[in-house]
């Protein structure tokens, strides 16, 4: 063969070989590229479809910054989908995973994740993810959907919002109302409405889960009523919109103490947002990065505030007996099937600098310590200005070991365990509770394993599985190959469980029944408020891993018996103040 006809054939080869890589999907923004390749999920193959940095809105600078998002106008010519957009301007909070993200306020990006069939049958069920980070950290890029796509056979997509103050904050009028984080994830599930089924997902089965913040913003979206009709299940993992960290309603404080250091003059909300959208983003973000402007604390500044828009109801209200949502918003959140949960470890993630604790792998609690610091702190979160000796009597007692009080060892397994259970477990309760009360399915579980693989922070004295540690289960141990210090391997156990765990997200995606359409032998009952039922995630699963009443007593205590002590205290002190006798027989305080 001459070098000619050689050069040709190789040139014909290699044009074949790269085209038949290349996919094409028409949708309302244009035409977009994207990639086919291999993928080996605990050594079984198969191909997927990736699309990468999809704008799904316009860029959210200059006159669109603090404003809800726009909707992206049609492309000039194809897109070519293989990269990752920018990740959003965040806060660093020692979070990050090091790699070569690149980070903007144009940022409004998606990726979609979808198995290669040989012929397109039936269209898949959708998984939308919200990543976490405490809606002031985080990216889509990080978390690669390849093997959740192939092996649970669903098309997911992982969406970028606005984060921190580009996404959050608030005059509280019109001129800038806010919660434009969640504007955004609604705008990427409109346009996942329009635009899925051409890449093989069916627009009637939508599932949006999410983590940490993610959790908190499905459950936002949840209950934003005209969302009917864009997804049709949510799956929460460690979080919700009732948990304490996920609103802020200091809002004007926050904008106003942020427009003073950014030398804008404050006053009318027109005048402040006039200024600082004149600011460059990196400077906004480098005041409220400042240690020393004191942003950096809980509870967080520039987070989804209580707005009558998209946040009906103040958070710790949330699912809260007596505080009713609107109907609309009941309805349409009952009207969902739901799975919601948390890990073992969720304490963890109370070994951080906001928390007090700077020196994670040393840290042991004293008694004094934890009487005279810690507790105080935590019934400040749990309600806010309450100073009352009896409110923190009750949690002390609750949490001390009382056949060893002094144990330091003990003292912090109950320091951690009091975090997980304020945070995570009473929240949880109420949102499950809540649904339950639907004909809708709902699901609990309780990750309940040991792992050297922690997603966040690692401390010596500390195996169980902490906040986020899920997430690589549920992902299938897919790395980011553009991230550098986020790199799990999974032990042969770990590869088991990581398929299960996929099978059941995806199973609940497809059908809304964690059971079916691939039985795992597992036969998880539903959630309901006098059972409860949930699973009991952990290697070596059986059916007796569905077990009920996992921790129902701390949860108890967080949503029905602490409170009531509340109010009580009030009560008294208002009937002292008030020179009554005793409270009023019908329970109510004297006005």
């Known amino acids: 063969m001459n070098s000619n006809l050689f050069k ?21 923004v244009g035409l977009i590229h994207g990639k086919d390749e291999d993928v080996n999920v605990f050594g079984e193959h198969s191909r997927v479809s990736k699309y990468l940095g999809i704008p799904y809105a316009e860029s959210p600078v200059g006159e669109l910054r603090f404003q809800k998002p726009v909707p992206k106008t049609p492309l000039q010519e194809p897109l070519n989908a293989v990269q990752y957009g920018n990740a959003c301007l965040q806060v660093d909070i020692g979070m990050q995973p090091k790699g070569d993200t690149s980070y903007s306020e144009d940022c409004l990006y998606l990726n979609i994740y979808a198995p290669k069939k040989p012929e397109q049958g039936e269209k898949l069920a959708v998984m939308v993810w919200f990543h976490g980070g405490g809606f002031i950290v985080g990216s889509a890029d990080i978390y690669p959907a390849d093997h959740l796509a192939v092996y649970g056979d669903v098309v997911v997509v992982t969406v970028n919002y606005r984060l921190t103050v580009f996404g959050f904050l608030s005059t509280g009028d019109e001129h800038a109302p806010g919660n434009y984080g969640l504007w955004d994830q609604r705008m990427a599930l409109d ?82 947002l006039t200024c600082l959208k004149a600011i460059p983003g990196e400077t906004l973000l480098g005041i409220v990065d400042n240690l020393e402007n004191g942003f950096k604390a809980v509870p967080i500044p520039f987070i989804p505030r209580f707005d009558k828009d998209f946040v009906k109801l103040l958070s710790k209200q949330t699912f809260v007996p007596g505080n009713e949502l609107p109907v609309e918003s009941r309805d349409f959140f009952r009207s969902l099937d739901i799975m919601v949960g948390m ?35 935590i019934q400040n979160l749990a309600f806010p200005g309450n100073t009352d000796q009896i409110v923190r009597d009750a949690i002390i007692a609750e949490y001390t070991s009382w056949e060893n009080p002094d144990n330091e060892y003990l ?25 339950s009360e639907s004909t809708s399915n709902t699901y609990m579980y309780y990750f309940d394993e040991v792992t050297t693989n922690h997603l966040f922070g690692n401390v010596p004295w500390y195996n169980k599985l902490g906040h986020g540690d899920e997430i690589p289960f549920i992902f299938g141990f897919k790395n980011a190959d553009h991230v550098h210090d986020w790199k799990f391997y999974a032990k042969e156990w770990e590869a088991q469980l990581s398929k299960s765990v996929m099978k059941l997200w995806a199973n609940f995606a497809k059908t809304g029944n964690t059971n079916l359409p691939d039985d795992l032998d597992l036969d998880w009952l539903p959630y309901t408020r006098r059972h409860q039922h949930y699973l009991q995630i952990s290697r070596d699963m059986t ?3 569905v077990k009920q009443r996992w921790n129902t007593r701390r949860a108890n205590f967080w949503g029905n018996l602490l409170p009531s002590i509340v109010k009580a205290s009030q009560c ?7 020179g009554q006798q005793s409270c009023p027989a019908t329970g109510k305080c004297p006005p």
């Not at 040709?8 to 309302?28: E, P, Q």
């Not at 934003?224 to 460690?238: C, K």
Request: charged share 20%; net charge negative.
């Open 8 to 28: 040709a054939v190789f040139v014909v080869f290699y044009l074949h070989f790269v085209l038949s890589d290349i996919t094409c999907v028409k949708t309302t």
């Open 191 to 272: 346009w996942v409405n329009k635009n899925i089924e051409g890449f093989g997902g069916d627009p009637a089965r939508v599932t949006i889960f999410g983590e940490s913040a993610g959790a908190a913003s499905v459950i936002y979206q949840g209950l934003y009523p005209d969302n009917r009709g864009l997804f049709q299940r949510l799956v929460a993992q460690s979080g919700s919109a009732g948990s304490w960290w996920a609103s802020n309603d200091n809002y004007k404080e926050d904008t106003e103490k942020l427009a003073k250091l950014a030398g804008c003059a404050t006053g009318s909300s027109r005048n402040i």
């Open 343 to 377: 890990n073992c470890g969720e304490g963890s993630l109370s070994l951080s600098p906001f928390f007090g604790v700077t020196d994670p792998p040393s840290f042991l609690p004293n008694k004094t310590d934890f009487k005279d610091l810690i507790v105080p702190a």
């Open 411 to 435: 003292i912090r397994d109950e320091f951690l365990a009091m975090h997980s259970d304020f945070t995570f477990t009473d929240p949880l309760y109420r949102a499950l509770d809540y649904h």
């Open 543 to 545: 059916s007796l891993n």
């Open 572 to 578: 008294a002190r208002d009937t002292k103040d008030s």
